[in-house]
């Protein structure tokens, strides 16, 4: 986890720079996402929004001892980009 320049993070998230790696595992779903906010969202592009569902619960040791980090679903857009080549554009 840390500040990715370009993203939708909002700017106090990482704002240190400092830089967190966990193990996370999601599953790109068929369903279309039921999270309205995240229907909004404009870096997802204007094709299809569908779920991104978290499969585990990363964990990280800390001085406090080992922390989970809670993860919630989210969602990935997709467009066809060239029909010819079955090119997409994938955004999540």
Do not use: H
């Not at 906010?37 to 990280?60: D, Y």
Request: negative net charge; proline residues 8%.
């Amino acid at each position: 986890v840390g500040r990715i320049p370009g993203t939708a993070m909002p700017p106090e998230w990482a704002e240190s720079g400092a830089r967190l790696g966990f193990p996370l595992e999601v599953e790109f779903t068929d369903e279309p996402c039921a999270e309205y906010e995240m229907t909004k969202e404009r870096l997802l592009g204007n094709g299809k929004i569908q779920s991104v569902e978290p499969l585990n619960e990363p964990a990280f040791v800390s001085a406090k001892g080992q922390e989970t980090v809670k993860v919630s679903a989210g969602a990935y857009g997709y467009e066809l980009q060239q029909v010819e080549a079955q090119q997409f554009k994938f955004c999540f």
